[in-house]
Nanobody, 127 residues
């Protein structure tokens, strides 16, 4: 059973930075997609960033140039470095993991059908 443990959320002022981590364990898949989606109160879920086991990545237009997704050498942990944060980035951020994905993009459909999701970590950006 795949387990995802997220960390790194918090509260920062506008323009600040945070780094989220998602550690995956309990899997043996060689190909997978990992990424982040978010949900703000009263809003629909939005894909943020995704990276596959080959290191290919994708970002939502709303975060391009500000967020960077990466993975450690073992590929079991994915990071989301968030810079120049804006109040509209305030949301619960969730990590997702999908083995043998047909596609791995930042579109929410990638995460909607993901087999495994984390519990979420709150990111709050004050103006």
């Amino acid at each position: 059973q795949v387990q995802l443990v997220e960390s790194g959320g918090g509260s920062v002022p506008s323009g600040g930075s945070l780094k989220l981590s998602c550690a995956a364990s309990g899997y043996t898949y060689s190909r997978f997609c990992m990424g982040w989606f978010r949900q703000a109160p009263g809003k629909e879920r939005e894909g943020v960033a995704a990276i596959d086991s080959d290191g290919n990545f994708d970002y939502a237009d709303s975060v391009k140039g500000r967020f960077t997704i990466s993975q450690e050498n073992s590929k079991s942990t994915v990071f989301l470095q968030m810079n120049t944060l804006k109040p509209e980035d305030t949301a619960m951020y969730y990590c997702a993991f999908e083995p043998h994905p047909a596609v791995c993009t930042a579109q929410y459909s990638t995460f909607h059908y993901a087999s495994h999701r984390g519990q979420g970590t709150q990111v709050t950006v004050s103006s």
